[in-house]
Nanobody, 117 residues
Framework: VQLVESGGGLVQPGGSLRLSCVGS????????MKWYRQAPGKEREWVGG????????NYAEAVKGRFTISRDNVRKTVYLQMNSLKLEDTAVYYC???????????WGQGTQVTVSS
């Protein structure tokens, strides 16, 4: 089982990035997908999530209106489009897969996002 994030990098405040997370080794379309982030010296926090069919999404207040989650079950990929980035969005971003009705979960290795002028 693998979840591999990509798309992180250095961006100026107000800029945009799109993160991707590709799953393999499990039936991706049966898993709720979520994004988390962990800033230096802070606990990991939930950013947002999307249902198995992509029909419902929810977001943390800190990113609502700026970040958008989407998924492509054919490509086994979940995306995090991040716009209007702020300094406080700097963190390692992780994707997580949660099995429906089970305790099964998988984490990616994370991708660094740095917002700096």
């Amino acid at each position: 089982v693998q979840l591999v994030e990509s798309g992180g990098g250095l961006v100026q405040p107000g800029g945009s990035l799109r993160l991707s997370c590709v799953g393999s080794g499990f039936t991706f379309r049966y898993y709720v997908m979520k994004w988390y982030r962990q800033a230096p010296g802070k606990e990991r926090e939930w950013v947002g999530g999307v249902t198995i069919d992509g029909g419902r999404k929810n977001y943390a207040e800190a990113v609502k209106g700026r970040f958008t989650i989407s998924r492509d079950n054919v490509r086994k990929t979940v995306y995090l489009q991040m716009n209007s980035l702020k300094l406080e969005d700097t963190a390692v971003y992780y994707c997580k897969a949660e099995g429906m009705g089970t305790d099964t979960e998988y984490w990616g290795q994370g991708t660094q996002v740095t917002v700096s002028s």
